[in-house]
């Protein structure tokens, strides 16, 4: 057991000077302006994640293996011999097209064979998140509780400022400021693979 100190980081997203009555006058613009705002947080905070991951010493590596479908089977089998249950494979959405239509190609007998759902996601019975925060050919395959995201008691914030700039009162402009604190915790490295894809 070794004690790891770990501290919340801030992650902000910013939007730009806008017209305060632009806002007064329409309210599907505020939830728009919202919405996007905590659409970018969630990129970042999906960047971070994947960044702290990659820094953490200790995790596995899978070299490709023939083709990305084999290279993940070989990653969670790694996990499988570690004694470790895998909880998520993580890959950039060309990546995913990449496997898919791979599958696809197969014939039908072979295709059924194959442990893969696209209804629910899941390949070899784990469930695939896609994400642009990933890098197109990588993969990381995660045991589950092996990695955590944490934050504080206050969540993701939403808070509009007239004073942002030297000018924005007198110009009558806003400027909303989307934000939160988060950690990156990784229990387990060695519940970490992270799998070149080609």
């Known amino acids: 057991v070794e004690r790891v100190d770990n501290t ?17 006058d ?15 947080l969630a990129l970042a905070v999906e960047a971070k994640v994947l960044a702290d991951v990659n820094a ?14 084999i290279t ?11 004694g470790l249950v895998a909880g998520a494979i993580v890959v950039n959405p060309t990546a995913w ?11 039908a007998v072979e295709h059924m064979a194959l442990p893969y759902d696209p209804a629910t996601r899941r390949l070899f019975g784990v469930p695939v998140v896609v994400t642009n925060s990933e890098a197109p ?3 990381h395959v ?17 808070e509009y400022s007239q004073n942002s700039t030297a000018d924005s009162f ?3 402009q806003i400027q909303a400021r989307c934000e939160g604190r988060f950690a990156t915790s990784v229990y387990r490295p060695f519940g970490v693979v992270k799998a070149a894809l080609a």
């Open 8 to 24: 919340l980081s801030v992650v902000a997203h910013l939007s730009e000077l806008i017209n305060r009555y632009w806002l007064l």
């Open 26 to 40: 329409n309210v599907s613009l505020q939830q728009f302006l919202s919405d996007e705002l905590q659409f970018g």
């Open 56 to 69: 953490t010493s200790g995790i596995q590596t899978q070299i490709f293996s023939t083709s990305a479908l």
């Open 72 to 82: 993940i089977r070989k990653s969670l089998t790694k996990l499988e011999a570690a």
């Open 97 to 107: 097209e990449g496997v898919e239509l791979a599958l696809a190609s197969t014939n």
């Open 137 to 139: 050919l990588v993969a």
């Open 142 to 158: 995660l045991a589950a509780d092996a990695v955590a995201l944490h934050t504080d008691t206050f969540g993701v914030q939403v």
């Open 170 to 172: 007198s110009r009558n």
